[in-house]
């Protein structure tokens, strides 16, 4: 079901998915003539409200299959299938990990889909933020969309759908999201290159044979407009057969923040048969586009956020961000027997962007003035050059580009179970290859003609005047070839033994046909492994220990880019290398209701991208960062009435290792000490639901070299949020809901980059309507 749309009444009851879901889809990735994000809209809508007179009731979830048994008495039962209820999950859904979360060796957290709903969650971001650990990052000049870290380390490249990297830059939609699985640390055993802090999986929606109408309305007081509908129906005469059809169109502004607004719509088809039965077929195609006016923020002051109010906006009433965005995947698994599956996997993808936006930034001479007095504002402290901030003129950079990225995706693997006396032993074996391309061309940096405007006081009704010629075009590819194999032996009742290698060759190719011309190719690569042991004291708790690598070939990111500064020995880049310690303990409480966990972790990584002494947009390759710290979470029922999903994780990252002295021993971008989150809920009586969030991010470095005027390193202040929910419900299939975000009116920065910081919403309030026939 939809990420608003509940199961009859108090969506206790579980979402199962079919037996042994592994991804979804296929078709061709080709969109059609694009809509108006506002049409869209008001079509979803209207079409909304037009079925809910007449829906059917939904016939009751079937039970999924469970996998085969054993003479052998189990803790947990190997083969899981992903069931959750309420906030609490089960499993994860890649074969490669044992089954239960509870017998997971890995800091895991997943966002169902009650969850979101509850919060009236409409993009990938808002859901993260309900995971500890991880810090929200801004637009840049190469990348757009969904920007985060995890655990201090950058995981933009590290977003995947059912397990198969999602290549493209733009602002996920969950509307097609069944759950959204997080794993920290290295995970390129079973993800591939990259995914040094950890990963984030998207599981989209399948078809289902119970047949259901579902969908949400929601109105915000930041002009939200949008409206999702998902419609499952078995196929009549073809048993083990079902269609699925997902839509949505939303439209939004930002409160507080002027002329900034996100419009988009999707629409996603799925089609599958032989749904439990031993040969199962799944076809899906994806299509997302968005045309906004992207938020680049406001710039720093002697490393500190322009003291100017949270609505200024620097760029021009015409700034544009677009995105058309087309997946399509075909899945087929086949079971010889029960303990023997092959699973295939082909994804193809074409990703479209183009963008002009503009981001604010003092001039150089200002940044090197002489300091006077420390002021106070928002509890930050500013440094005052002589020249009053009111007569410094800001300038405009503008930041553009036009690309087209394509991906093709093939994942073939065996998964093998067999028992004896006390083992038994699952094995997963396999091979993927992984093409992705891209030919980004730019005018920046060869703008003129771009007006500047007041620090402090801004133009912003100004329209764009500048012009330039194109200075970058690009053509770049990255070939990857994975072998991968993963065992997981089980011995007695309480012991579990996990070993993991995957083997990554990865040719790029980079060329750059404007002046200087540069052709290069480059070759990497490297093994990753990951090894754990699991001891389980009780049937609900397990204690574990582990480790792993990864790595990230810093040449491939370069092939993929469309920065115009490259190193004269480019083709050697450095390799990124990381390794991760984990030790945790994961309990299931009251009744198996309520998860909890607690983990100890230390993560380093070798040749990280660090900031440029000189220049802090360009980035040197060497050295070490590190990040050592905890992390304690929760998701289940404390009562049948008490729902509840919480973490904190508090770490302290620092560079370790530089060729550039002055960065070791300094914080690394964008990873607050401390990041927490609690969201819970309680029915009441009277058909009432209320809840209530609070999220809290320390301070964040914007950059990692000080700067030699003021001695400082750029730092985004922490700040605490808290938000509301009240539900009432109707009747068993319609509930009606409000929720307010920022309800105290924090002012607060978001998103952090070297080059802007980004000031977050101002409190909105949203009135929502879910229903499920």
């Not at 044992?98 to 009236?120: C, H, K, M, N, Y």
Request: glycine content about 10%; overall charge negative; aromatic content about 10%.
């Amino acid at each position: 079901m939809t990420e608003r749309d509940p199961a009859p009444v108090s969506t206790k009851t579980p979402n199962r998915r079919p037996v042994r879901k592994s991804g979804a889809m296929a078709a061709i990735p080709r969109s059609g003539p694009g809509l108006l994000a506002k049409g869209a809209l008001t079509a979803a809508v209207a079409l909304v409200n037009s079925m809910m007179p007449g829906a059917a009731r939904a016939q009751s979830a079937q039970p999924a299959a469970s996998g085969a048994s054993s003479s052998i008495p189990k803790l947990p039962e190997v083969e899981v299938t992903g069931t959750e209820e309420g906030y609490r999950a089960e499993a994860l859904s890649s074969p490669k990990y044992t089954g239960s979360l509870l017998t997971t060796p890995q800091s895991a957290e997943v966002i169902t889909p009650q969850v979101r709903e509850d919060e009236a969650d409409t993009s990938l971001r808002d859901s993260l933020r309900n995971v500890s650990g991880i810090s929200i990052g801004a637009g840049e000049g190469s990348y757009q969309g969904d920007n985060f870290s995890i655990r201090g380390f950058n995981a933009r490249s590290d977003i995947f759908v059912d397990g198969m990297r999602d290549f493209g830059d733009y602002f996920r939609d969950p509307f097609n999201t069944e759950n959204i699985e997080v794993l920290k640390g290295p995970s390129s055993t079973e993800f591939g290159r990259g995914s040094t802090g950890g990963a984030v999986n998207l599981v989209t929606k399948t078809p289902e044979l119970q047949g259901f109408t579902a969908g949400s309305t929601e109105y915000g007081s930041d002009n939200t407009h949008r409206g999702t509908l998902d419609i499952d129906q078995p196929i009549p005469g073809l048993a083990g057969s079902a269609f699925r059809l997902n839509l949505m169109g939303d439209q939004s502004d930002v409160t507080d923040r002027n002329d900034v607004d996100y419009n988009r719509w999707g629409v996603a088809p799925s089609l599958a048969f032989g749904i439990d039965t031993p040969t199962r077929i799944i076809l899906s195609y994806f299509h997302q586009e968005e045309h906004d006016s992207p938020d680049y923020g406001i710039p720093w002051v002697n490393d500190r956020p322009v003291p100017a109010p949270r609505n200024t906006f620097y760029g021009f009433t015409d700034d544009y961000f677009r995105a058309n965005d087309n997946i399509g995947t075909i899945m087929i698994e086949h079971d010889f027997n029960d303990n023997l599956t092959l699973h295939e996997q082909l994804r193809l993808a074409k990703y479209y962007r183009s963008l002009r936006v503009t981001q604010g930034q003092a001039p150089p001479e200002y940044a090197s003035d002489d300091t006077a007095d420390q002021v106070g504002v928002d509890g930050v402290d500013y440094y005052t050059p002589k020249t009053p901030l009111d007569d410094i003129e800001a300038q405009r950079v503008e930041i553009d580009g036009v690309s087209t990225e394509r991906d093709v995706d093939e994942d073939i693997n065996l998964q093998w179970k067999a028992s004896a006396g006390p083992f038994d032993n699952k094995v997963v074996a396999g091979f993927e290859y992984v093409d992705q391309s891209a030919d980004p061309r730019r005018i920046e940096p060869s703008w003129t003609g771009v007006p500047s405007t007041s620090l402090l006081h801004p133009d912003q009704g100004e329209g764009f005047s500048g012009f330039g010629a194109t200075s970058i075009l690009v053509n770049g590819t990255v070939d990857t070839y994975s072998g991968y194999l993963v065992d997981i032996l089980k011995f007695g009742k309480q012991w579990t033994l996990i070993a993991g290698l995957r083997y990554d060759s990865v040719a790029s190719l980079y060329d750059e046909s404007l002046p200087p011309a540069t052709n290069f190719t480059a070759n990497n690569a490297r093994p990753s492994w990951r090894g754990a042991l699991v001891y389980q004291p009780a049937p609900n708790g397990s204690i574990y220990f582990a480790a792993g690598t990864s790595f990230h070939p810093n040449v491939q990111q370069v092939s993929l880019d469309n920065e115009s500064t490259l190193p004269e020995n480019f083709k050697d880049l450095p390799v990124g290398e990381n390794i991760d310690l984990e030790l945790g303990t994961k309990w299931d409480l009251f009744k198996e209701k309520l998860s909890v966990s607690t983990a100890l972790f230390w993560d380093e990584q070798t040749n990280p991208a660090t900031e440029d002494a000189d220049d802090d947009l360009l980035y040197v390759l060497n050295g070490k960062e590190r990040v050592v710290g905890i992390e304690i979470g929760a998701a289940g029922r404390i009562t049948d009435d008490w729902q509840v999903l919480a973490s904190l994780t508090y770490n302290r990252g620092v560079v370790t290792a530089s060729s550039v002295p002055d960065l070791v021993g300094n914080p690394i971008l964008n990873d607050p000490k401390c990041t927490f989150s609690l969201w819970t809920t309680y029915d009441l009586p009277w058909k009432l639901v209320i809840g209530a969030g609070v999220d809290g991010v320390g301070a964040r470095a914007g950059s990692e070299t000080p700067d030699t005027a003021t001695g400082l390193i750029m730092e985004a202040p922490g700040y605490v949020l808290v938000s509301a929910m009240v539900k009432y419900q109707i009747n068993s299939h319609v509930d009606i809901q409000l929720n307010a975000t920022n309800l105290l009116d924090q002012a607060y920065y978001d998103g952090v980059h070297p080059g802007h910081v980004v000031p977050g919403e101002g409190r909105t309030f949203y009135i929502s309507t879910n229903f499920k026939f």
